[in-house]
């Protein structure tokens, strides 16, 4: 279970160490401003903490009682971690949209012609096998056949492009077309990973300390 001391002894080996690889200028800052204030929220509750545990006059459960109490107290103040998180998140679904929306955006026209164009190109590929699909809507992507990627995705029934493959395809569309933007989305991602982390290792502390596992909710991203 994570405790105070192995929380800050993470907590100050990421702010001395180097920043890894992907975090980029503004990444970084926001990771060392995460952790700096941490390690100043934890220190303080560390203290208060040692002072419990040092109590002779408690019992155990006097002890587990008043740890319980303070982790309660303390609990709201790192929702802010949340919250950044919340952020994080936000900035890659926006940076998502721009990369990939426009493989799935459906052109402006008559609706019957479009569905019968689709129809058509689906056909093209008559009963072909999975990974045949795959390398159409691979090579479509490459050669920037929005129409033709789009329609064998959008296929009625079991889906025809496995998910890898368009994944994929999306990750190599959207580094060719707009690389400005997928470099900014591999770093929120980055960073986001590792804030993750290190939330994931708050609520651990905060519910070995007292708190109830539903209150450490607020760890996570909304929405």
């Given at each position: 279970m994570q405790n105070s001391a192995s929380l800050l002894t993470r907590i100050r080996h990421d702010r001395t160490e180097p920043l890894k690889p992907g975090f980029d200028a503004d990444g970084g800052e926001r990771f060392q401003t995460a952790l700096a204030r941490l390690e100043q929220q934890v220190s303080v509750v560390q203290i208060e903490e040692s002072a419990i545990?040092?109590?002779?006059?408690?019992?155990?459960?006097?002890?587990?009682?008043?740890?319980?109490?303070?982790?309660?107290?303390?609990?709201?103040?790192?929702?802010?971690?949340?919250?950044?998180?919340?952020?994080?998140?936000?900035?890659?679904?926006?940076?998502?949209?721009?990369?990939?929306?426009?493989?799935?955006?459906?052109?402006?026209?008559?609706?019957?012609?479009?569905?019968?164009?689709?129809?058509?190109?689906?056909?093209?590929?008559?009963?072909?096998?999975?990974?045949?699909?795959?390398?159409?809507?691979?090579?479509?992507?490459?050669?920037?056949?929005?129409?033709?990627?789009?329609?064998?995705?959008?296929?009625?029934?079991?889906?025809?492009?496995?998910?890898?493959?368009?994944?994929?395809?999306?990750?190599?569309?959207?580094?060719?077309?707009?690389p400005a933007a997928w470099e900014q989305l591999q770093a929120v991602e980055h960073l986001t990973e590792h804030l993750s982390s290190l939330a994931g290792q708050v609520a651990q502390w905060l519910v070995g300390l007292g708190a109830s596992p539903e209150s450490v909710q607020m760890l996570k991203p909304k929405g």
């Open positions: 545990l040092k109590d002779r006059l408690l019992t155990d459960e006097g002890q587990r009682k008043k740890l319980t109490a303070l982790a309660g107290g303390i609990v709201g103040n790192f929702d802010w971690l949340g919250q950044i998180l919340s952020q994080a998140d936000t900035a890659a679904s926006r940076l998502s949209h721009v990369l990939f929306n426009p493989i799935m955006a459906v052109p402006k026209g008559d609706a019957v012609v479009q569905y019968l164009r689709d129809q058509e190109i689906r056909h093209s590929l008559g009963a072909a096998s999975v990974s045949e699909w795959n390398a159409a809507y691979l090579l479509a992507l490459e050669r920037g056949d929005l129409e033709t990627a789009r329609a064998l995705v959008t296929a009625p029934g079991p889906a025809r492009v496995s998910p890898d493959i368009q994944r994929r395809g999306q990750e190599a569309y959207g580094r060719r077309t707009n």
